[in-house]
């Protein structure tokens, strides 16, 4: 899933009850960390999954999958499908930049799942009970399985028409490709 970076999208600034509770759902067995951020020459923004193996083919180590936990302070929690650097001491880095600046982010390992050129969506932890917070999560699983539902391996191309459909059913305009870019914030308020 995209990570879209804004003001209210950060690393959390402690590992709380609630960022324990979603990382239990992720995974029971692991511990969160905070892993620093360096990236490498060459690599891109949200390519971790091309970023780490070319740089374990040329500086060794390995390839820790896992989950960047994100906090929107307020709102959620959410776990987005990862991968970081394992050097070969075994010490974790982030060798793919991120827009948002982040010198560090915290980082869950996975012990089960692995990239298999199949979209994982976010999972997602809300922090209240406000209409607005349920309508970001469910929003963001629709424009995921509509991702999901194109996604070649590489990258997701995806009819115009069904996008608009899923931007009909939360209300927005179908039609306005402009109403939501890339990187520009939700019009629900959610941060997202």
Request: charged letters at 20%; hydrophobic letters at 35%.
């Given at each position: ?33 905070y ?12 390519n ?93 699983k ?37 109403q ?13």
């Amino acid at each position: 899933m995209i990570h879209i970076p804004n003001p209210k999208n950060t690393t959390p600034v402690s590992i709380d009850e609630n960022v324990m509770k979603l990382c239990s759902q992720i995974d029971p067995t692991q511990r969160a960390q905070y892993v620093p951020v360096s990236a490498t020459v060459g690599s891109r923004m949200e390519n971790c999954f091309t970023n780490v193996p070319a740089h374990v083919a040329t500086a060794g180590g390995s390839i820790q999958y896992g989950w960047a936990i994100w906090e929107h302070p307020g709102i959620l929690i959410e776990g987005m499908f990862h991968a970081v650097w394992s050097k070969p001491d075994g010490q974790l880095l982030d060798i793919t930049p991120t827009r948002d600046g982040e010198e560090r982010i915290l980082f869950l390992r996975d012990s089960v799942r692995k990239w298999e050129r199949r979209l994982i969506d976010n999972i997602r932890l809300p922090l209240n009970d406000a209409p607005k917070t349920h309508f970001a999560i469910n929003f963001s699983k629709a424009l995921s399985a509509l991702q999901s539902k194109y996604f070649d391996g590489d990258k997701s191309a995806y009819p115009m028409d069904e996008y608009d459909h899923v931007l009909a059913r939360f209300g927005f305009r179908p039609g306005h490709k402009d109403q939501l870019g890339p990187y520009e914030l939700c019009p629900c308020g959610s941060g997202k």
